[in-house]
């Protein structure tokens, strides 16, 4: 198949398992053209079947906005007339949805008929897209993709209770690749680090104040006082100069290190022993899932997806949001010597099942259901 994927090019989500699922569909065999303002982050290799196309946006005295979404729009049908793409793939509703819609109907004018599927991530639907000024247009767009998927049942369940989607959503979950994201020996690292052979926690985010860093920093001044232990903060954001003032109100002092943006993440993630996402909202929780991958178990809230990747007492242990006693409560439970090992094999089992090997043959099969559909649907003579 030919491919079109449209994403954000950032770290977040929903743009790492775009461009995740595009490497993996390449490898496969399948043509891969992405469409993007930049070239992806993750998109760091190179394969026959890998294209980029970058997304020029004009800038003109008159607008005060550059008009991102026309020029998507437009990049979109130059792409499938001079590609012949099968199928476009869209991550995030807004706006690339309504972008996608936009091409199909300027592409009809040249008698091209072109599916869309549209892959809702979370925030698009949880916080942007419930807001008044962008609902219409979200409903409209969701309701005119020839298919939608959700990362997880609950996501499926709070876009079918806020929005009037008359569209089947099929869940095909988040993914990870375990030739990547597996325990590796960097014990020269963790020497660094906890030079006195000290637990590591770790957070990875982007600071935003749905991530609910305060719990973290709570939990993790709670288990240091009974375990010798530090705390790693991976990513940045708006949240990070409030948590470092409330690091320094704590006297946590050298047991704090901010590591900034990563691309290896894996690397640290695999000398830490427990993972943190207390998170209020999380329509998944994919950097859990890489954390799970490292043999890394995770105490979680019960916010959104969680509660269908992280298996409490087996993966970690999931706790009510806000509910820093119950955590720390179980973070001290994994981190018993005579505990730990079992959950950080648990925790790499649970991951497994999420191996890109099969998820994959997932989305194959759900594009050419749609690439077939969408043909019937064309080749219907017009009364």
């Known amino acids: 198949m ?35 303002y930049t070239q992806p982050a993750r998109l760091d290799f190179f394969n026959e079947n890998v294209f980029y196309h970058e997304v020029s946006i004009p800038t003109y005295p008159l607008f005060q906005y550059p008009p ?3 020029a998507l729009a437009s990049k979109m049908v130059n792409v499938v007339r001079y590609e012949q793409l099968d199928l476009l793939h869209v991550h995030y509703a807004i706006p690339h949805a309504s972008a996608a819609y936009m091409a199909k109907q300027i592409l009809r004018t040249y008698d091209i008929r072109i599916p ?23 409903t409209f767009s969701i309701n005119e993709s020839d298919g939608v998927t959700a990362v997880s049942e609950d996501l499926k369940k709070d876009t079918y ?9 099929e869940v095909i979950p988040n993914f990870i690749d375990l030739e990547r994201f597996r325990k590796q020996k960097k014990e020269h690292f963790k020497t660094a680090i906890a ?13 935003r104040k749905v991530k609910r860093m305060d719990d973290v920093v709570k939990v993790f001044a709670e288990v240091r006082k009974k375990i010798p232990s530090k705390l790693l903060l991976v990513g ?27 691309d290896a993440v894996e ?15 999380e329509s998944f929780g994919l950097a859990a899932l890489e954390a799970m991958a490292c043999e890394v178990p995770v105490i979680s809230s019960d916010a959104g997806g969680l509660p269908e990747l992280n298996v409490d007492g087996y993966s970690g242990f999931i706790s009510p949001v806000g509910d820093v006693e119950n955590m720390v409560k179980n973070a001290l439970y994994i981190l018993d010597e005579a505990n730990l090992p079992a959950f950080k094999t648990q925790a790499k089992q649970r991951a497994a099942e999420f191996d890109i090997s099969a998820i994959l043959p997932r989305y194959e099969a759900y594009y050419q259901r749609i690439i077939e559909e969408s043909r019937a649907i064309n080749l ?4």
């Open 267 to 281: 690397e640290v993630l695999s000398v830490c022993d427990l993972f943190l996402m207390p998170s209020e909202k």
């Open 68 to 70: 991102y979404e026309l």
């Open 236 to 262: 940045d954001g708006p949240e990070r100069a409030h948590i470092e003032n409330m690091c320094r109100h704590l006297n946590l002092g050298d047991d704090v290190r901010f590591l900034g943006k990563l």
């Open 380 to 383: 219907q003579p017009v009364i």
């Open 195 to 207: 030079p006195n052979n000290e637990k590591l926690l770790i957070h990875t985010s982007n600071f």
């Open 116 to 138: 869309v599927v549209t892959t809702l991530h979370g925030t698009d639907i949880t916080l942007v897209g419930k807001d008044a000024s962008y609902e219409p247009v979200v």
């Open 2 to 36: 030919k491919i079109g994927i449209v994403c954000y090019p950032t770290f977040g989500g929903s743009g790492v398992v775009a461009t995740e699922l595009g490497k993996a569909l390449a490898k496969e065999g399948h043509k891969v053209h992405f469409i993007t």
């Open 161 to 169: 209770r806020h929005f009037a989607i008359r569209r089947e959503i």
